[in-house]
Structure formats: structure tokens, C-alpha cells
């Protein structure tokens, strides 16, 4: 199908070839290299996933086992070599160690025997009669599992197959499921074997632990990061400059609020006594941190308000318009629910991965009949590999969304009839995409990957050498650190007009990529001061979810500080409820974007005369006008009557 444009200029006035502006109809598959090479590191992660499936048992972290190799609370297979394993254990969840009074660590294992038992001793037993006595009345067996009840008081070995007399009153703990003396000599002494397990325990398995221990607060709070999303989504749809003043109002208070409540936790933290355990250090540095950021956060975002303050009543009218356009396609306010189940999904089975992952491991026999469990080689290069995987896939759908939705828009944008659209937009976008260009969204959601990683990198680095590097060192850090995030956050604003662009000519991401900033930089002047603050209403909304999500999230793991780096997985939820507001609020973000995009692409290569017409309409003509007082020759440009007969080539619903 033949395309029309016009004639591009350099800054050096040569005339270059001929750019075609124009949606095709006629497309070839674009970057289809790189969505081989995607295919291949999913291959990868297939294969770990199957690794970590076999060797991993996520359960062992926090339902604790036994001496013999048995999960406490499940029914278990037997392990060869070891007579006692195998056993079903669905009705004993704790685990109970029959020298909790002389525990001792030897390389990283507590040295006494551990039993899974249905319930933990409330009071003191001095002899084995009270421990039969104990086995019969509550069905918990403390001696070791082939010794019969009635051989309790028989049985010449059993004062080496059962506990120390005399037993301690114990109850459960509420994390890892163990059995805790209440004897003050006897807890002291579990305690710190206690902790000097945990604590030298890597970091990597304590985060997972925590993960476990409050999986139902963390899917809780996404699930409310959800709400507030999918609430914003539906007040930007209808929004009016109460609602802006509102959402300002809101965000200014959440930022005040969790800022002092974080400072407030970290200053309850640091002056506890008890805080012992290497998890609750780490939750007080992570406390530090978060206060820190959330009160430079706090600063920069109130001046951002009070400096553009008067730009309010054009915020309103952009997001009029880009809710009308919306309401021309009204499948689009769904793409971002289709967006998150997907990546719930993935989320999902990305966590249940490292989970298996983090527990893989052998089962070896040692003397007696007992288990352990020892760690395979290779593990950390594979967490690395799954977690460059969670941050190329997560990207990668993020892009389809945007490229979805910026194919709807120049549908309805390059098309003349205003009041009849083309039917089906979104249908046909979706099309587009998985015919043709998925290499593209690959190839850019790559280039967002590889700017992340250095990121990563960096402060792994950076948590390593604290300790050894001085003020320079850090400073330098920072600086690695804030260079990475101006370059990541430009290329994600270059990759959303690299996506419309192919949109519209169907060209690889490097060409779409070229075009777009030779039209962004001949325009920029016209369009930065309109979609800059839109933009920024739009982070405020993100803001207000992140603040209030982190907020339940600090009131429901406060209530949970023993043994678990709960911190971390709140920074999970955090960033999950920012990748959630994204993902919902990017709707309007990629529309208003595509729109001025195309409207710069409609003023470059027409002139308003009968045998250029504009394609867009005379509101937004008006509203850009008006905004940023553009020079008086782009005044006088007169927009003619759009006829539905005009010639112009249209982009046509795929078949």
C-alpha cells in the first residue's frame, strides 16, 4: 500500500530521504532476533525451574523438620538410608528438641535430636512416666519415634531415646513452628544458640523465611494496592479540579504520615533492649533507610506542588481530553486488569521458584539414621539468572501493554470520521503486536534490563564493602546510583515513543527510536510544559498508592518482629504496588503521550490545506495553543472541516 509524507530537514538544512509518517496497513515482522534470543532465556529459566522443583522444599524454611528428614505439618516420603523418615506428620506441626536445655551449634546444626509433636509440654515432666502420661492424655510423643509409648518405662535405652529430664514447660513458637522452653536458664540458653543460627544464616534464606511467614499480609496488601489502583483509574476517568486538589491533598498527607510513623518505628526499634536477633537489626537499617527516603521524597515532592501549583486548570483540561479519547475506546481502562493478572501470574511463579530454589538441596544419611539436608553448588548463579528473568518478563509485559495501547490510540488519532472510529482498536493493536512486533518490546524491555542490573549490582557491592569503604567510596556509590536512574527513567520515556512510532510505520526499534526523537526534538518546546505535568499528577497517584500500601504494611508486620525480615518483603510489596499503579495508571501516562506524539507528526508533515489536512481535532489544537503559546505563524494555521471522503491513508483493523 503506497504511503504520503512529507520531506525530513537536518539541523545542518540538508533535505534527508523521505520519512513516511503514515499508519501501514501492509507490516513485516520487526526485531525478530531478539525474540529468539528471548525464547532461549526463557528456555533457561525453564530449565531452573524444573531443577528447583525437583531439589527444593520451600516448606522446610518455615514449617521446620525433624532429625530423620521429616516435614513438621505434611506427609513426607521416605529418604534412603534412614529408617524413620517417610512418616506422616500432618497432625504434628512443632518441633521439639530433646536437649533444649543444652543446645549446642556445630557447624550451623543444632546438635540435639529434633521431633516433629503435635503439641508442646505446658508443664514441667520429671520422670518418664509423666512423659507417658503426657504422650497418652495429648497424643504427643516426645521419645524418638520407634519407641512405644507403653516401652517408655521398659525399654533399658530409652533415657538415650528421649528428653533430657526433666522436660522444661514449653509453648509454641510463632515462627518456625518450634517449641520453646519458658525456663528462664533453659530459654536463655536456646535463645542464643537460637540466634546465633539465625544469624548466620545469609541474608538470601532469611528474606525467604520472612516471605513465607507473611505471605497472607503480603498477598493482603497487594490486593489493596489493587483497590486503590483500580479507584485512581476510575477518578482520573471523570476527573475535575476538586479531584485533582483532592489527590494533592492526599498525597501531601500520606507522605507526612508514613514518613513520621517510619521515623517513629525506627526510633521504637533502636532504643528496645531486646532487639538481639540479626533480622531485627536489619529491620532497624532498613527503617533508617526507608525514613530517609521517604523524607527526601517528602521534600522534593511538596516543592514540586508549590512550584506548579498554577498549572492545575490545564491538568484538568488534559485529562478531559484524553478521557474523551478513552471514551472513544473504552476497552482500553481494561487493558491494565489483563496486564495484572499477567503479571500476578508470573509474580506467582516467579516467588514459588525462588522459594524452591533457595531450599534446594541433597538429603544425606548420617550415623544413626539421621538426615541432613546440604546446599547444591551453582545456587547463587541461578538466583541470579531468575532474577534477571523477573525484571526482563516484567518489563517485557509492560511494554505490550504500552505498545497495545499506543496502537489503539493512533488508530483513532489517524483516522478521519471523529465520531465513527474504527472498530475494534484495541483487538487490532493486540494483533498487530503478536504478528509483528514483539521483538521490538523485547528489545526495549531488554535495554530497561540492562540499565537496572549495574543498579543491582552496585549496591550489592555497596552492602559488602560498607564496612571498608569511607565517605568518597559511598559518595561515589550514590552518584553510580542516581546516574543509572536518570538513564533508566530516559529511556523508558523513549521507548514509549519508540513503541508509537512502530505503531505507526511498522519500522524495528532503533529506526522507531530515531524517528521519534528527531520529532521530539524539533517539538519539544511545544509539548514538554503539557505532558510534563500531567505526568506528574500521575506519579502523585502512583505515590499515594505506594504510601498508603507501605502504611498497612507497617501497622500489619509491626505485630510480627520476632525472627522475621519483614522489612524486605515490605519493600516487595512496595515495589509491587508501584509496578500495580503503573501498570493501571500507565493508560492515561502512554494515551496522552501517543496523542501529542501524533499531533507533532500531524503538524510536521501537514499544513491545514485541502490537500493536507489535519487529522486532529479541534480541541486539542486549541488546548495546546493555549498552553503553550505557540508562535504566531502556528496561530494563523487554519484547521479545515475533516470530510469522511478526504483522501489520507487510514490504519486498518487487522484480519
Not at 265 to 282: A, F, G, I, Q, V
Not at 565 to 575: I, S
Request: aromatic residues 14%; glycine residues 6%; charged residues 15%.
Amino acid at each position: 500500500m503506497e504511503r504520503r509524507g512529507g520531506r525530513r530537514q537536518d539541523s545542518g538544512d540538508s533535505v534527508s530521504e523521505l520519512r513516511e509518517w503514515r499508519p501501514v496497513v501492509y507490516r513485516k515482522c520487526t526485531d525478530t532476533l531478539w525474540l529468539l534470543v528471548f525464547f532461549l532465556f526463557w528456555a533457561g529459566l525453564m530449565f531452573i525451574t524444573g531443577y528447583a522443583v525437583m531439589a527444593g522444599a520451600a516448606e522446610r524454611l518455615v514449617l521446620g523438620y525433624d532429625s530423620f528428614g521429616n516435614i513438621c505439618g505434611r506427609r513426607n516420603t521416605p529418604v534412603k538410608g534412614a529408617p524413620l523418615s517417610g512418616q506422616d506428620m500432618s497432625n504434628k506441626k512443632y518441633v521439639f528438641f530433646l536437649n533444649s536445655c543444652s543446645l549446642e551449634m556445630q557447624s550451623l546444626k543444632i546438635s540435639s535430636v529434633s521431633l516433629c509433636v503435635s503439641s508442646c509440654p505446658q508443664e514441667q515432666l520429671n520422670s518418664l512416666e509423666d512423659l507417658q502420661s503426657f504422650a497418652r492424655n495429648n497424643g504427643s510423643c516426645l521419645c524418638v519415634y520407634n519407641l512405644n509409648i507403653s516401652s517408655y518405662t521398659l525399654n533399658p535405652k530409652a533415657a538415650e531415646l528421649c528428653p533430657t529430664l526433666p522436660v522444661p514447660p514449653s509453648k509454641s513458637f510463632p515462627l518456625f513452628n518450634r517449641c520453646v522452653p519458658q525456663n528462664p536458664e533453659c530459654y536463655s540458653k536456646y535463645a542464643s544458640v537460637l540466634i546465633s543460627m539465625v544469624n548466620e544464616i545469609d541474608v538470601f534464606h532469611r528474606t525467604l523465611s520472612g516471605i513465607l511467614a507473611g505471605r497472607d499480609t503480603v498477598i493482603g496488601l497487594s490486593v489493596l494496592a489493587l483497590a486503590f489502583s483500580f479507584m485512581l483509574v476510575l477518578a482520573f476517568r471523570f476527573i475535575r479540579t476538586l479531584l485533582v486538589h483532592t489527590l494533592i491533598a492526599l498525597v501531601v498527607f500520606g507522605l507526612l504520615f508514613v514518613s513520621g510513623v517510619l521515623w517513629w518505628l525506627y526510633y521504637d526499634y533502636k532504643n528496645d533492649p531486646s532487639t538481639e536477633l540479626e533480622t531485627e537489626k536489619e529491620n532497624v537499617k532498613f527503617l533508617l533507610g526507608y525514613a530517609i527516603f521517604s523524607t527526601i521524597v517528602t521534600v522534593v515532592l511538596l516543592s514540586l506542588i508549590l512550584v506548579l501549583r498554577k498549572r492545575l486548570q490545564f491538568t484538568v483540561q488534559l485529562f478531559r481530553i484524553v478521557g474523551k479519547i478513552i471514551g472513544r475506546i473504552p476497552f482500553l481502562l481494561f487493558q491494565p486488569l489483563w496486564t495484572f493478572l499477567i503479571l500476578i501470574v508470573f509474580w506467582v511463579f516467579w516467588v514459588a521458584v525462588l522459594l524452591s530454589l533457595g531450599t534446594a538441596g541433597t538429603a544425606q544419611t548420617t550415623s544413626g539414621g539421621q538426615v541432613e539436608y546440604r546446599a547444591l553448588s551453582g545456587i547463587c548463579y541461578m538466583a541470579w539468572y531468575h532474577f534477571v528473568g523477573l525484571i526482563w518478563t516484567s518489563e517485557f509485559i509492560l511494554a505490550c501493554q504500552q505498545m497495545t495501547i499506543a496502537g489503539a490510540v493512533v488508530t483513532c488519532y489517524f483516522n478521519r470520521n471523529k465520531h465513527s472510529p474504527p472498530p475494534h482498536p484495541v483487538l487490532s493493536s493486540i494483533s498487530v503486536l503478536f504478528c509483528y512486533h514483539l521483538g521490538t518490546a523485547v528489545k526495549g524491555s531488554f535495554l530497561i534490563t540492562i540499565l537496572r542490573i549495574p543498579r543491582i549490582v552496585l549496591l550489592y557491592l555497596y552492602n559488602i564493602l560498607k564496612q571498608k569503604e569511607g565517605a568518597c567510596a559511598r559518595c561515589l556509590f550514590k552518584c553510580c546510583f542516581c546516574w543509572f536512574w536518570c538513564q533508566e527513567s530516559c529511556l523508558r520515556y523513549f521507548n514509549q515513543h519508540a513503541y508509537t512510532t512502530t505503531a505507526i510505520n511498522g519500522t524495528n526499534f532503533c529506526t522507531s527510536a530515531k524517528d521519534a526523537v528527531f520529532i521530539l526534538e524539533k517539538n519539544s518546546a511545544k509539548l514538554a510544559a503539557i505532558s510534563c505535568f500531567g505526568d506528574f499528577i500521575l506519579f502523585l497517584g502512583k505515590v499515594f498508592v505506594v504510601c498508603f500500601t507501605v502504611f498497612g504494611g507497617l501497622m500489619a508486620f509491626n505485630y510480627h518482629r520476632e525472627l522475621q525480615a519483614w522489612v524486605v518483603p515490605l519493600l516487595l510489596v512496595g515495589f509491587f504496588a508501584y509496578l500495580m499503579s503503573h501498570s493501571f495508571l500507565s493508560v492515561f501516562e502512554v494515551t496522552a503521550d501517543a496523542m501529542f506524539l501524533c499531533f507533532a507528526i500531524d503538524m510536521e508533515t501537514n499544513d491545514g490545506s485541502a490537500e493536507k489536512p489535519y487529522f486532529v481535532d479541534q480541541e486539542l489544537l486549541t488546548f495546546v495553543s493555549q498552553s503553550n503559546k505557540l508562535t504566531e505563524g502556528q496561530k494563523h494555521r487554519s484547521l479545515r472541516p475533516f470530510q469522511d471522503n478526504e483522501d489520507g491513508t487510514e490504519l486498518q483493523p487487522m484480519t
